[in-house]
């Protein structure tokens, strides 16, 4: 599905998704993948990323690779095809930043990032590609 934003003062722009894929700025991703709407971005190496641990966000915070001092709103998950729950202890860190968290399918995810950036919200976006 093509997507296309009004007026986007951002970077990161999410094109289109597909099965198995998300185009981001006319580049096509087909792993789980996170990134910001400023941002590169960046592949998660992760096997599923409703797997993720307190270990897998703590490394992304660690290495500076999500920068908490740079007021995110939001971080926003897409699960891929389905709507999968991820324990929210795992967010604390971001909990503790005054950073709400947001799980859904990724199409949902794609279409609430779209919505949100065009409100000029600061926020971290993650998703696996929705698969047939």
Known sequence: MKLYLENSNYINTID????????????IYEKPIY????SEVKEW??????????????FLIKNRLLDLDLNYNLF??????????IDMKIFIPLFNKGIGVEIMNTRSAIYT???ITIQNR???FAASPITN
Do not use: A, C, Q, R
């Not at 190496?45 to 703590?58: A, E, L, M, R, Y």
């Open 76 to 85: 926003l998950i897409g699960t891929g095809n389905k709507y999968k729950n």
């Open 122 to 124: 600061n926020i971290i």
């Open 113 to 115: 990032y779209n919505m």
């Open 16 to 27: 289109s998704y597909g099965n198995s894929f998300i185009e981001i700025n006319k580049k």
């Open 35 to 38: 990134f910001t709407v400023n």
């Open 45 to 58: 190496i992760v096997d599923d990323i409703t797997n993720i641990s307190t270990k897998d966000i703590s």
